[in-house]
């Protein structure tokens, strides 16, 4: 067991609804262990610029069903070299802090592994917390649940004005180096094709889907990852019309939405359970590792594995889209 004093809590990169759930859980636990805790906030900038205080067990009161974070979050060029992390070490120094909670993904683990390896002294755990769901280690990231259950109830009332209006829409989903947004919503409102960074799919398996499939329905949906090979969903749609000159067909980008809302009932868990396994992981000595839940069990995932991205979805996925998109 190790005697972790005062913890630092704090917030990076983009928000991802369920944070402030992951951030309620991480402080009454510690509080609950007599462990200080103080909020850093915005991220990395807030720890170089000392922009630190204290958090209670009131500080946690009615945020567990907000989006967003109330330590707000940013991104921070500073913290990229060596003398903005030095600088960031010399803040939380003085305000006692001896270990840190990170909430976030990929860019968040890849900046604590940095500091990590060059103050050791500071014990550090990260609760996954991003839309993409792109992070191994853990089945499922907070705020995803949430992200895709937005898309779906998006794209549901796309597709009754879809039929309506005999349209072909493109609709774009977040989701730059990963499609895991656009394959599950794909599948769950019966998209007809969908396009994602890991399959390298071009504009002609797209066209043969399109013609492969019945003439006799009246919309079409195609999802579409903003980080797919074929250009954005408005280079795809200008495509489909030069080609398909009878579709009509529109484009939509649901953007920033998909990071707003109140978190889902999984969201809020899963915030919980990782909120209180990061504090607990502190207590036990732990340190430069990713808490996650996979198949229910708890993992602890180091940094360097962590931040891998999936490099495949899964083929049973890709064999249930080509069947039901008839």
Known sequence: MTQIKKIGLFTSGSDAPGMNAAIRAVIRTAVFNNIEIAGILRGFEGMINGDIEPLTTKSASNIISRGGTILKASRSEAFKTVEGRTKAYEEIKKHGIDALVALGGNGTIK????????????????VPCTIDN??????????????????????????????????LFIVEVMGADSGMIALRTGIAVGAEAIMVPETKSDLNALYERLERGRKDKTSKIIMVAEGHEPGSAFQIGEAIKERYPNYDTRVSILGHIQRGGKPTCMDRVTASLLGVAAVEALIKGRSGVMVGLIHNDLTYTPFDQATKHHLDVNAEFKRIVEMLSL
């Open 111 to 126: 900046g604590v592994k940095d500091f990590g390896d060059e103050h050791p002294d500071i014990k550090i755990i990260v």
């Open 134 to 167: 792109d992070l191994r280690g853990t089945d499922f990231t907070i705020g995803y649940d949430t992200a895709i259950n937005t898309v779906i109830e998006a794209v549901d009332k796309i597709r009754e004005t879809a039929e309506s209006h005999d349209r």
